[in-house]
T-cell receptor, first 112, second 114 residues
Framework: SQTIHQWPATLVQPVGSPLSLECTVE??????LYWYRQAAGRGLQLLFY??????ISSEVPQNLSASRPQDRQFILSSKKLLLSDSGFYLCAWSDYYTGELFFGEGSRLTVL | AQSVAQPEDQVNVAEGNPLTVKCTYSVSGNPYLFWYVQYPNRGLQFLLK??????LVKGSYGFEAEFNKSQTSFHLKKPSALVSDSALYFC????????????FGDGTTLTVKP
């Protein structure tokens, strides 16, 4: 069966520090991968998606970047965090044919 | 562009009563519609989906949803609510092209009181 792992679960970082959140998927190949941000426990904002290795599409101009160095690995990064980067970050994968999204457990980032 | 609206931020029901969480959508082609549930500090979990076929879709934990094309709605329902159903519920529509990106509603908090 497929599983998705996301880490770290919780992160407290000072303004201006770098960020790296990692997500890996097991049990499937060539998944579509997504990074979402959820602010204040409400709606989800799509940040990045990827349909293959090295292929990244950005949805919202921002202080963040994403990379996909391997088929089942998706990384969210920042060189210098801002206060507004605080939030709950969710990685997800989808099978293109079935359509539903499978989410990781999330990473809560607090920027102080 | 596709969009989803969940008109209620909060729905309160008594345990044992039926529940409905509303969702309307806008999409240019045939809609692929989904419901997800989120418990506090957790990722979202898939509940059910509509792609084609019967308008009444059955999903996990006794939930079902009714697709209504004329009203562009996809309301989530359950005949008898449980306290453990209390959570945040999201409706989503999927773009069948463009990497299958999903657009989510803002979520509805369901509270089931004993």
């Amino acid at each position: 069966s497929q599983t998705i792992h996301q880490w770290p679960a919780t992160l407290v970082q000072p303004v201006g520090s770098p960020l790296s959140l990692e997500c890996t998927v097991e049990g499937t190949s060539n998944p579509n991968l997504y990074w979402y941000r959820q602010a204040a426990g409400r709606g989800l904002q799509l940040l990045f998606y990827s349909v293959g290795i090295g292929q990244i599409s950005s949805e919202v101009p921002q202080n963040l970047s994403a990379s996909r160095p391997q088929d089942r690995q998706f990384i969210l990064s920042s060189k210098k965090l801002l206060l507004s980067d605080s939030g709950f970050y969710l990685c997800a994968w989808s099978d293109y044919y079935t359509g539903e999204l499978f989410f990781g457990e999330g990473s809560r980032l607090t920027v102080l | 562009a596709q969009s989803v609206a969940q008109p209620e931020d909060q729905v309160n029901v008594a345990e044992g009563n039926p529940l409905t969480v509303k969702c309307t959508y806008s999409v240019s082609g045939n809609p692929y519609l989904f419901w997800y549930v989120q418990y506090p500090n957790r990722g979202l979990q898939f509940l059910l989906k509509y792609i084609t076929g019967d308008n009444l879709v059955k999903g996990s934990y006794g939930f079902e949803a009714e697709f209504n094309k004329s009203q562009t709605s996809f309301h989530l329902k359950k005949p008898s609510a449980l306290v453990s159903d209390s959570a945040l519920y999201f409706c989503a529509v999927r773009d069948t092209a463009n990497a299958g990106k999903s657009t989510f509603g803002d979520g509805t908090t369901l509270t089931v009181k004993p």
